[in-house]
């Protein structure tokens, strides 16, 4: 452990943030005596600039929190109310290699489903021990696409993930695009070199059906309707086709397939498209002239408008728009997303990258493939870095899976999740405070050491340690043989190309060679085979059920006329740190809630033919008219009922990628008139003690509806 400064008995370990965020802030955690006092930003990473988020902020609170796992637990009680009885490890151990045994002896080992998704994103904490484990013992692939692989399609067959606009070029951007992207919840540091642009005389434009921080800010807000933020970029490229603005030199030596999209463009008028999106016609050919004739003209293309059906088309047809207007090739200019794919890190270096042959399950259908026939039937979930049940669509059908008597279930993690609740078996897990890991920005371009800050607490074990274990017991044997976080640190840096690898060890922060922001088709250029923009490719266009840039309409769900979208918060990370937030309230506009006699604080019922929700409403004209609101990562104890916006959520999959339509849920909202019901009181046993976790909601009595 390293500390560099030491004040009054305190400590400060420099580290840094592996959350799902793309900003992959740098870290100063004070430590007094073995315990965390504090956490705060530092200037080690040049986007952070001294302050994290209060999510972040707040982290010492989980770990110390009485929802923390502390020791292994075996179930005593019913599936799903979180009996459990404390174990020792070499008990809970011996009873997961007995069972993954039995399971793959006498159904095969792809009944086994290893599950796990976004917990972290450090490279040592996924992906190391655990795949080299689950592949060479036969488990099922996890196809995971809950998140970002619309747009990660998109961005490899138009440009091969080629490496985007870092933030600090920002301010030099004449006009600046946020296209379903919130950055006052996810990626903070960026919003204030938008403010920085602002001041300078640059435009902002926001596309979000909501009114965000910046769209308040914004010059022109276009609050389009969820799932039609395809046909808007199409109207985009219509009129710069139309126009005259198609920058025809450009696409003549760095593209291929712009026939193609002009094609698929042209039937977009912007007053087709903008019937459809629900905003104003005028509005919209006013942003296709602004993007025409600003330079530099910078995107920054969010995962919002991808939770839908046309969700991959939509990215492709966004981030196509600089190649066709010419926006590259100047600092400012360009777009960003992902920027995932900027660091050549070989993973060959610490885990076996072949191919495996077992079958892939998508992790969207996890409900209907723990309640439908299927063969070999899933007879074991090992969880980790995940919780499903409050991150997956068609909720309740994924708890009525879980509560199979014939499943076994591991759930290894932090705290007592929504997941947890329903395991045989659980086990203590790490949080990045105790253990090492590399941190790998995604929005900011860095590359991070974390850095134990304290000892584990009670018996947690970090995921590295435990799958090389589980992999001992069951005669598996690992590439790297690491046996410990630290060890794994050693195999994993050997993947990290130089000079990184000499800047982590020298400073514990790497940036690129051409610094934390590169001009596209200067410093970067699409990693295609050809080294060219595919504005078209086969592979999508194959892939889209309408070919791509092909516009599905919208679901539409009888007697379920309102569109229900579950955006980012500022309390969670995905789910996140769930357990330390308040209710989750329902955000809903004036118009639709007078038309059902529903006044703000009143309490609800959000339901279709999947489920039902029941919350407090907030009346906002922050969100379109037709469209309802409530945040993504909300807790069963969360709302007054135990069911969540994925209860209400469709899991059909998105036209690219096998991604969710969560912005495809369609609803009807009821004012409750005597909406008293019994707070929900669930405990479980995981040491000496029992520790209670208590829904929000205290009234008693009868739910009725108006």
Not at 78 to 87: L, N, S, T
Not at 140 to 152: D, E, F, G, K, Q
Not at 386 to 409: H, I, K, S, Y
């Given at each position: 452990m390293s500390a560099d400064t030491m004040t009054w008995g305190h400590s400060t370990v420099h580290s840094a943030c592996p959350l799902d965020c793309p900003d992959s802030c740098s870290l100063d955690?004070?430590?007094?005596?073995?315990?965390?006092?504090?956490?705060?930003?530092?200037?080690?990473?040049?986007?952070?600039?001294?302050?994290?988020?209060?999510?972040?902020?707040?982290?010492?609170?989980?770990?110390?929190?009485?929802?923390?796992?502390?020791?292994?637990?075996?179930?005593?009680?019913?599936?799903?109310?979180?009996?459990?009885?404390?174990?020792?490890?070499?008990?809970?151990?011996?009873?997961?290699?007995?069972?993954?045994?039995?399971?793959?002896?006498?159904?095969?080992?792809?009944?086994?489903?290893?599950?796990?998704?976004?917990?972290?994103?450090?490279?040592?904490?996924?992906?190391?021990?655990?795949?080299?484990?689950?592949?060479?013992?036969?488990?099922?692939?996890?196809?995971?696409?809950?998140?970002?692989?619309?747009?990660?399609?998109?961005?490899?067959?138009?440009?091969?993930?080629?490496?985007?606009v870092g933030y600090a070029d920002y301010p030099l951007a004449r006009l600046i695009v946020i296209w379903g992207a919130n950055p006052s919840t996810s990626g903070i540091h960026l919003v204030p070199y938008v403010q920085q642009a602002q001041k300078a005389g640059a435009i902002l434009v926001v596309i979000d059906p909501r009114r965000t921080p910046l769209a308040r800010r914004a010059d022109l807000h276009l609050a389009v309707r969820p799932g039609t933020d395809l046909v808007v970029a199409l109207a985009v490229h219509h009129f710069l086709f139309e126009h005259g603005f198609a920058d025809e030199s450009f696409l003549s030596a760095h593209a291929v397939g712009a026939d193609r999209l002009r094609e698929r463009a042209a039937p977009w008028t912007t007053a087709r498209a903008a019937a459809i999106a629900g905003i104003d016609a005028d509005d919209l050919e006013s942003f296709a002239r602004l993007y025409a004739e600003s330079s530099p003209a910078l995107i920054r293309c969010g995962w919002g408008l991808e939770r839908n059906r046309n969700g991959g088309s939509a990215a492709a047809a966004v981030l196509a728009l600089p190649a066709v207007g010419g926006k590259f090739g100047i600092r400012g200019?360009?777009?960003?997303?992902?920027?995932?794919?900027?660091?050549?890190?070989?993973?060959?270096?610490?885990?076996?990258?072949?191919?495996?042959?077992?079958?892939?399950?998508?992790?969207?259908?996890?409900?209907?493939?723990?309640?439908?026939?299927?063969?070999?039937?899933?007879?074991?979930?090992?969880?980790?870095?995940?919780?499903?049940?409050?991150?997956?669509?068609?909720?309740?059908?994924?708890?009525?899976?879980?509560?199979?008597?014939?499943?076994?279930?591991?759930?290894?993690?932090?705290?007592?999740?929504?997941?947890?609740?329903?395991?045989?078996?659980?086990?203590?897990?790490?949080?990045?405070?105790?253990?090492?890991?590399?941190?790998?920005?995604?929005?900011?371009?860095?590359?991070?050491?974390?850095?134990?800050?304290?000892?584990?607490?009670?018996?947690?074990?970090?995921?590295?340690?435990?799958?090389?274990?589980?992999?001992?017991?069951?005669?598996?044997?690992?590439?790297?043989?690491?046996?410990?976080?630290?060890?794994?640190?050693?195999?994993?840096?050997?993947?990290?190309?130089?000079?990184?690898?000499?800047?982590?060890?020298?400073?514990?922060?790497?940036?690129?060679?051409?610094g934390p922001s590169p001009i596209q088709f200067v410093d970067v250029f699409p990693k295609t085979a050809d080294g060219k923009v595919h504005l078209c490719p086969e592979s999508l266009d194959r892939e889209a059920p309408d070919g791509l840039y092909g516009y599905q309409p919208d679901p539409g769900d009888h007697g379920h006329p309102l569109a229900l979208i579950s955006p980012a918060s500022d309390k969670t990370i995905s789910s996140t740190l769930g357990e330390l937030r308040g209710p989750g309230v329902l955000e809903m506009h004036p118009n639709d809630a007078r038309a059902r006699g529903i006044e703000n604080e009143d309490l609800v019922r959000i339901f279709n033919s999947l489920g039902q929700m029941e919350c407090e409403v907030s009346v906002t004209d922050a969100i379109r008219p037709g469209t309802i609101t409530a945040p993504k990562g909300l807790w069963r104890t969360h709302t007054a009922n135990g069911s969540t916006t994925n209860a209400l959520c469709p899991d059909t999959l998105t036209d690219l990628g096998g991604g969710a339509c969560f912005n495809d849920a369609r609803v009807e909202v009821a004012k409750v008139v005597e909406a008293e019901w019994e707070g929900r009181d669930v405990s479980f046993t995981v040491a000496p003690g029992t520790v209670s976790t208590t829904g929000p909601v205290s009234k008693k009595g009868t739910l009725t509806e108006q």
């Open positions: 955690v004070t430590v007094g005596e073995g315990r965390v006092v504090k956490i705060d930003g530092s200037t080690r990473q040049p986007m952070t600039g001294g302050y994290i988020c209060a999510k972040v902020r707040r982290f010492g609170e989980r770990v110390y929190g009485e929802s923390r796992i502390g020791y292994p637990a075996i179930r005593s009680g019913a599936k799903g109310r979180a009996a459990f009885e404390r174990a020792t490890w070499d008990e809970a151990l011996d009873l997961i290699v007995t069972r993954m045994t039995e399971i793959r002896d006498r159904s095969g080992a792809e009944a086994i489903l290893p599950f796990s998704y976004g917990g972290s994103n450090g490279l040592l904490s996924q992906d190391t021990t655990d795949a080299e484990l689950f592949q060479d013992f036969g488990a099922s692939r996890l196809a995971r696409t809950v998140c970002a692989a619309p747009t990660s399609a998109a961005a490899i067959g138009l440009y091969g993930k080629m490496t985007g200019g360009g777009y960003t997303m992902s920027n995932a794919a900027a660091w050549a890190i070989d993973p060959s270096a610490w885990r076996s990258t072949a191919e495996a042959d077992t079958r892939i399950i998508n992790m969207n259908h996890l409900g209907r493939v723990l309640t439908e026939p299927i063969d070999p039937p899933v007879e074991m979930l090992f969880v980790y870095n995940c919780n499903p049940v409050a991150t997956m669509p068609d909720q309740n059908r994924v708890v009525r899976g879980l509560l199979r008597e014939d499943l076994f279930t591991v759930v290894f993690d932090q705290v007592m999740t929504d997941t947890a609740m329903f395991a045989d078996v659980v086990l203590p897990a790490t949080t990045f405070l105790e253990g090492y890991d590399i941190a790998k920005g995604y929005g900011a371009l860095s590359l991070q050491l974390v850095q134990p800050a304290i000892e584990p607490v009670a018996e947690a074990r970090p995921n590295v340690q435990v799958f090389a274990e589980l992999a001992r017991r069951l005669g598996v044997t690992t590439k790297a043989g690491a046996q410990t976080d630290a060890e794994a640190l050693l195999d994993v840096l050997q993947g990290v190309p130089e000079p990184s690898r000499g800047q982590l060890a020298a400073s514990l922060v790497a940036i690129p060679d051409y």
